[in-house]
């Protein structure tokens, strides 16, 4: 944390942004052209301050390239060096507000019974630069995709595992899956890497979208992880939960076959941690055949159905978070299309 952010309130700080991006309910635009329900950024900063009046701690973790604070919501026990600790993180990827939805649902939940004997430490907006950029594309009609912060960096491959290994897929298209100057390049990732390093994280999910899908480790090797065994019951168990026709469940590199990919936070929370460590690909989209959905990029990645989806997996991902035993299946209650990753 650079010295004004250690000094300043970080209650303040959240309050001065929240004034600063107050804009009419972003819902009003949407809703009209059938995207959905879903918050703008200056919205999302006012569910941070109300979690805050219900017991959430405010963190500033650091700053985006553009200066927005990262902010960090504690809740539970006071994170420390012995504390058994939980990480969430949320938009990534800008334009995965669904994730963001679900994370702010977790959220609620767990203000509503804060965590006993465990710290969790969410990180709601990781992007904040990418997420206000999408928001301004949505307010002005503009249907552009949107994948990086804003340096140009895909922050999912910034991080410091196996990064200096690029995959086929970040060769062939360098500037889309581009991986930064060096592992943890860019401010946003730093924040959180700093953030946790005196942490004991055991357990970390990650919330993107879309695709219905579990992940867990590795995405950057097909080479099988030693405690293959119990990611899969958890993220079975989340699969199954998720939704009436259950998400797939597979290591991130079995996801599209003959890909792997490097710099991901999901083999970062793993290698680096030591952590239980979950990616999911939060509903199925919201595309259609209709002309109109086809043609907006925001439409591929978020479903119309914002509270039904984002509840319900908020309630699927909760026991994870809370540290909660596994629950181990037996073969025969694999859900269906799931691979032999
Ligand atoms: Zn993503």
Redesign the pocket.
Known sequence: VSAPDALADPRATLRARLAAHRRPPLADVLRRRGLGSYRGYGEVLAALDALADRGAAVAVAGRSSRGEPVFALRLGEAPGRFVRTSVVVSA??PM?WI?LETCLSLLHRLAERPPAGRAVVVFPVLNPDGVLRVEANLRAGARRFVRHNARGVDL?RNFDAAWDQKSVLQALFPRLYCAGEHPASEPEVAAITRELAPLRVDRAISL??FGGAVLYPRASSRRPIADREEHRAHARHIARAADPRPYRVTACSWLVPGFTATGLELDWFHERHGALSLLV?CSRGGASLHPSRLAEPFAWYNPPHVDRVASRLAAAIEPFVRGDPSVTLNPSEEPAGTSPA
């Open positions: 990534v990827h995965e994730g999912n993107h979208s690909e």
